[in-house]
């Protein structure tokens, strides 16, 4: 974690409803970090988190690991410009395996629209999704052979109520016509880490819907 970087804070409330929060790093020391006071990625709006709070923390790192670690709120802090002391992770730090490469099925709203104009915009759903890339369902009638970057828009809808809407390129890698569903695997390219993050979360919350229906049945 360097000066800059962004982490993502999650508070747990009643009911396990869960609430996401994005701040920067504006300093550190030996045993804190300073942060600016969080914005609530649901209302956008700066919150005043008081001391004492718990907090899940998580941030990617330059090489595109994620990391999760606990954490909670010590002081109000003035230094360039207020903010928060947290405590910086011991021996909980934790490195979430690329899992984020792994896609799992979810149907997120996707818009594809070609760079040059090549064709027009395709509004359809993923079959897959994971950080790394995407699995479109392709329109019948619809082939997608272009070579070049593709502009694409995410929706994400989590289960906290909160939606994400995102922007990045990607590349075709292949299409897939074996069935009577026609996909096109997508991958990312220079995707936000901010962006990265949040649909590696979704695909965490995808993994762990599954699982709690496997365990009910």
Not at 19 to 45: A, G, M, Q, V
Not at 68 to 84: C, M, N
Not at 99 to 126: Q, Y
Not at 192 to 211: C, L
Request: hydrophobic share 40%; aromatic share 8%.
């Amino acid at each position: 974690m360097k000066i800059g970087s962004v982490l993502t804070l999650e508070l747990k409330k009643a009911g396990m409803k869960t609430e996401s929060y994005r701040c920067k790093i504006i300093e550190k020391s030996e045993h804190y970090l300073f942060i600016d006071y969080p914005i609530n990625e649901k209302s956008k709006k700066t919150s005043f988190l008081p001391k004492g709070t718990v907090l899940k923390a998580t941030f990617v790192d330059e090489k595109q690991h994620l990391y999760a670690f606990k954490t909670e709120i010590v002081a109000k802090v003035k230094l360039t410009v207020p903010g928060l002391a947290i405590k910086l992770p011991g021996d909980d730090l934790k490195r979430i395996q690329r899992r984020e490469f792994v896609r799992v099925p979810a149907a997120v709203d996707i818009a594809i629209h070609s760079k040059d104009n090549a064709f027009p915009p395709i509004v359809t759903v993923t079959s897959d999704i994971s950080g790394g890339g995407l699995s479109a369902i392709l329109p019948q009638g619809i082939n997608l052979d272009e070579q070049g970057p593709l502009d694409l828009w995410l929706t994400l809808d989590m289960q906290s109520g909160e939606y994400f809407y995102i922007n990045t390129m990607a590349e075709l890698v292949f299409t897939n016509k074996a069935s009577t569903l026609h996909t096109a695997s997508l991958k990312f390219i220079n995707i936000q880490k901010e962006d990265q993050h949040k649909i590696v979360r979704y695909s965490f919350e995808k993994q762990r819907e599954a699982r709690k229906k496997e365990l009910s049945v």
